[in-house]
């Protein structure tokens, strides 16, 4: 038997909350963090005779989000009730959309370094999110708990579903799909799209195929991801898995595998034979909804350009890598700030891709003038000292110059001193070091950095070691 | 002096007028209703809670106990909400207690408003005030037969396949259902959204009208409300210009008693000699498949309006292992026979490789049924029937078969179907039970079917005091 190759098949169901400032069918405040069940009220916690009222915020935000995605928005829309009893659904029903959703039929377009991939999104619908359950007992999880709590508050939530086509082929870019669209929806100003917060969640499908076929079969749903990373890892140890299965003669079956129990929006399904009946129908307590083309049109409006364009242009001049992570970090604006501010392009994307993003500092905080000095004064001024001003570039009334003061050291006449001083302290390293051990070289530079408070020009330091020890 | 006012036949506007006139104090009326409550509600059960008067000057008002009054608990006639106490007024008692009605107590009802006699109630049956063998119709028998024996000036009651509008024929009464999406739904305890509207019963038809227009319109509350045309209270008493038709289906359907017939035939007659033009017509399709799909249709949303009733938040726990058995036993002990029969028919008509057949296909016969009435409405005002086939039937007759109660809709259920709104006014006596006249119109007609019952109401001078009880 010749060996098959497998080709992964992989579609994404991305889960993003709105920051809308109320939920999506009741007045009550959507916010984060709240005293458990503060934010809630006869719709949400689903009293008798409550009735839901559509956010109308909520549907506009959808609708941009559509336009970005390129969907078709819907003339019609329509709610339906998707029933299902589990503790953290009050009316034991979710109005979610079902077959005629707000936004349909799109695509996104992600600039890879090979070229453009064009992942299909088969619909973009608006729903209201499930409350919170802290299953109490030792494991934390739903098996072997002894009581259920639970938190209304997150309950009634306006939530967007995105569901990808199947169009992605490995791990590496389902996630850099994700940290595509992550971004998109956060320029958008729809979410926050914070995966520690649950505000952004998915939930992946992934199937194998004989390269080259077009066959879909059984796929397993990876439910719950809370990094891009461990999906990533995910998605590929589950490739392993059912390629495993299929060349041992066996057969995927269809099934959910939970990573994160604490984020339950719907009852575990193990298999095909206990899939839930959902029962849906359109939710009569709603009218359809028909956004008028005036309104789609202005929305339209607000649609800047996107990250995936961004990244395109800016791959002109930069290095792919340094676009992507500018774009998807939500740096590029202030890139190009800096640039303009006459920094050279290709140092300010060093600086803001590296060093700047490990700092943490809110990039709508610099100013780009100060930024753009420290860029231009960074090989002049110790590593220290740039790193430090850098921590700082945010802060009010930030200003470089006082920082571009220290100057890095590069004259030899001061600095060779200090290196025949450590290398005579340290002979047995540098017998070592002549006799081959060509990594003692770092040993030397680090202790002569150390000795000059850091403010040695390391280039220098490098050359006159080397020539000091040969 | 409360002694002095005879509750049987003081109407809700006299009452008002009353009031303003200080001929009359507040508490005065409200302790007259009280204690006719207290002589004649024992036999009837037309009561399942009696609220002290909460002061002012305004009309006392009965509350179907589907409608939720704050701090006063509404039951829907089930034992599952037995202790639920609302945090909120629904919004049609809001509008009335800003109006500055005061309310008397929680009438009873079928449980979840699922039923035709309301012996479907959990604490249970209420009683024809006509004959107390006899049963009041329902689910909205409890509002009725307070109306009827004196024991509210008027009252709300809330209608989705009749519930409003047949025990206002069975008990003597007026009552509207109205144009779905004039009366906010907000408050009230759902068994079928796409059906289910709040209404008014009164003792005539000025009464119903004047309460229509304190609840109806807009309602931020429910996406599914509109505005509504002013109302207007009827004074004519002619009926010059309106076009009645007389749909054969809903008038020659097998099951209406003689009596019913003949009483129906004299309110014809009587119309046309106040100058309306009578003409005959047909709905085939309305009366062949609105039963049918209503029963669908409702059940369906029904089983998902009750899902809510777990056991968790409010209302009846029975405790369990986990939370399935919990949701299991809370269910099992608190529904009665009739939700959990119709639960059961809406589960199956929504379940997946059903949901075409059941669901989805009685969802078009209903767009069928709304055209058929369009059609007709292009040539009448108004569509004329009896209201139910049959006079008050005994306590028990039909508990037995739910088929033969169902039956007891048969002829309210198609205008329901299309959302139109539908009113009942009394047109006679049949073996000194009343008879219920049907009028229905086109949306927002609720204008027309007050002009056109007024007229009738003069002219046939029906007299809604139950023969017990005159004096």
Known sequence: MTAVEWEPVIGLEIHVQLKTE???????????????????????????????????????????????????????????RKNYFYPDLPKAYQISQYDEPLCADGRLTMPLENGDVTVGIVRAHLEEDAAKSMHVAASGRIHGATATLVDFNRGGTPLVEIVTAPDL????????????????????????????????????????????????????????????????????????????????????????????????ESPPLRSKEEAQDYRYFPEPDLVPVRPPAELVERLRGQVGELPGARIRRLAGTLSFYDAEVLVTGGLDALWSAVVDAGADPKEAANVLANQFVATGVDPARVDARELAKLVGARAEIPRAAFDAALARVG????????????????????????????????PAQADQYRNGKQGLLGFFVGQVMKETGGSADPRVVNERVREKLG | ???????????????????????????????????????????????????????????????????GTKGVATTAGSKILESYVPVYDATVIARCKAYGLRVLGKTNTDEFAMGSSTENSAF?????????????????????????????????????GGSIKQPAALCGNVGLRPTYGTVSRYGVVAFASSLDQVGPVARNVRDCALLYSIISG?????????????????????LRGVRIGVPRELNDAEGIEPGVRASVAKALEVAESLGASIEECSLPRSVDYGLACYYLIAPAEASSNLARYDGVRYGLRTSGDDFRSMVMASRHDGLGDEPKRRIMLGTYALS????????????????????????????????????????????????DNPLAMYLSDLLTIPSCMAGLPGLNVPCGLSEGLPVGLQLVGPQFSENTLFRTAHALELALGFDPVPARYRT
């Open chain 1, 395 to 426: 802060d009010d009334g930030f200003r470089a110059d006082p920082h571009l003061e220290q100057k890095v050291v590069s004259d030899a006449g001061e600095l060779d001193p200090v290196i025949e001083r450590v290398i005579a302290a340290n």
């Open chain 2, 352 to 399: 997946s490789g059903y949901y075409d057949a059941y669901y989805g296909k009685a969802q078009q016969v209903r767009t069928v049924i709304k055209r058929e009435h369009d059609d007709a409405f292009a040539r009448f005002d108004v569509l004329v029937s009896p209201t139910s086939p049959t006079v008050a039937f005994p306590i028990g007759a039909k508990a």
């Open chain 1, 22 to 80: 109320t939920k999506m069918f009741c007045r009550c405040a959507n916010t984060f963090g709240a005293a458990a069940n503060t934010q809630t009220c006869p719709v949400c916690l689903a009293f008798p005779g409550a009735l839901p009222v559509p956010n109308r915020r909520a549907i506009e935000e959808t609708i941009k989000l559509g336009l970005a995605l390129d969907c078709t928005i819907a003339e019609r829309a329509v709610f339906h």
């Open chain 2, 1 to 67: 002096m409360s002694g002095d006012i005879d509750t049987l036949t003081l109407s809700a506007e006299e009452a008002a007028r009353l009031l303003e006139a200080h001929e009359l104090s507040g508490a005065e009326l409200f302790t007259a209703y009280r204690e006719a409550i207290d002589e004649r509600d024992p036999e009837l059960h037309a009561y399942l809670a009696v609220c002290d008067d909460p002061g002012g000057h305004g009309v006392p008002i009965a509350v179907k106990d589907v409608i």
């Open chain 2, 124 to 160: 249970g049956p209420t009683r024809n005030p006509w004959d107390p063998s006899r049963v009041p119709g329902g689910s909205g028998g409890g509002s009725a037969a307070a109306v009827a024996a004196g024991l509210a000036p008027w009252a709300l009651g809330s209608d989705t």
């Open chain 2, 218 to 238: 807009r309602d931020d509350n429910d996406s599914t409300t509109v505005d509504v045309p002013p109302v207007e209270l009827p004074a004519a008493g002619d």
């Open chain 1, 169 to 264: 082929h490995d791990a590496e870019t389902a996630k850099r799909f994700l940290q595509l669209l992550r971004q998109t929806v956060v320029e958008l100003g729809l979410s926050d799209a914070e995966l520690e917060k649950g505000s952004m969640r998915f939930d992946v499908n992934v199937s194998v195929r004989p390269k080259g076929t077009g066959e879909l079969r059984t796929r397993t749903e990876l439910k719950n991801m809370n990094s891009f990373a461990f999906a990533a890892k995910g998605i590929e140890r589950e490739i392993a898995r059912q390629v495993k299965v299929y060349e041992s003669g066996g057969a995927v079956e269809q099934e959910t595998l939970h990573f994160d129990p604490s984020h339950q």
